[in-house]
């Protein structure tokens, strides 16, 4: 990965899956393995990692990776899952409201503070006393589709990491700017907001420099199978589309 020139790796985080790995254990392996890439969970399912612990780990995996760490972050699918393996069966709108608590949780763990204490109706810290600090601030980047969600995004994340396949193209523009209407509500700068798309392996070089010339994505995630000509051919072709389209080539 890191001679291929890959920037970033994510790992979905399906534990019920009987066939997978589990994320983090192979976030960590690959952290191992590189010197340069940077890695995360695409996106952790929340309802199964409780947020002090994955506030940890996240801290921990950043420090042992000299900084090369992100956290997606999703609400929960896949309910009946979920419960089979121990977890919540939370209603849409608990789980937005769970995942709020735990951005907070997760921020205030990573402050390394004392004591600290949380009371909310998902989540509780009682005088905990939190550490490791990450070795960089941690971006919490959300998989966000739904209203509730993509304005959760505005306010609180800084980053969404939407799929293709889950949203169209064409949708894709209404979806920021409700982020965008919600950062600005929250006074915070839209454009702070990282956009990483996961996409499949059948767009063109032009597909992609559309996706971040029209819509503001400037990360893209796609599948292991496509192989060095779309790292040796396509990705400098939408580098070069997108200096252009910039009007910097």
């Known amino acids: 990965a890191d001679a291929a020139g890959i920037d970033l790796i994510g790992i979905q985080d399906h534990p019920y899956q009987h066939r997978f790995h589990d994320t983090w254990t192979l976030l960590t392996a690959i952290a191992a393995r590189t010197k340069r890439v940077t890695v995360f969970p695409d996106v952790v399912n929340l309802p199964l990692r409780p947020p002090a612990m994955l506030a940890k780990a996240a801290a921990s995996l950043d420090l042992l990776s000299n900084g090369r760490f992100e956290l997606g972050l999703g609400a929960g699918g896949f309910w009946d899952a979920i419960k089979a393996m121990g977890g919540p069966a939370r209603t849409p709108g608990e789980a937005v409201s769970a995942l709020e608590e735990a ?13 600290l204490r949380f009371d909310g109706s998902f989540y509780q810290l009682a005088g905990l006393n939190a550490g490791p600090v990450p070795a960089h601030p941690i971006g919490i980047w959300l998989g966000a589709y739904k209203p509730r969600m993509l304005a959760l995004t505005g306010r609180a994340a800084d980053g969404w990491v939407p799929s293709l396949g889950r949203v169209t193209p064409a949708d894709l523009g209404e979806a920021a700017a409700r982020i965008d209407d919600a950062a600005h509500a929250a006074g915070r700068d839209p454009a702070a907001i990282r956009r990483v798309l996961n996409v ?37 072709r939408v580098r070069e589309l997108v200096a252009q389209g910039r009007g910097s080539g």
């Not at 597909?207 to 599948?223: C, K, P, R, W, Y």
């Open 103 to 115: 951005i907070e949780v997760i921020r205030l763990f990573w402050t390394g503070g004392r004591g």
């Open 200 to 236: 499949g392996a059948d767009l063109s070089a032009e597909d992609f420099a559309a996706l971040a010339l029209e819509q503001g994505f400037d990360t893209f995630i796609t599948s292991p199978e496509v192989g060095d000509a779309f790292i040796h051919e396509v990705v400098p």
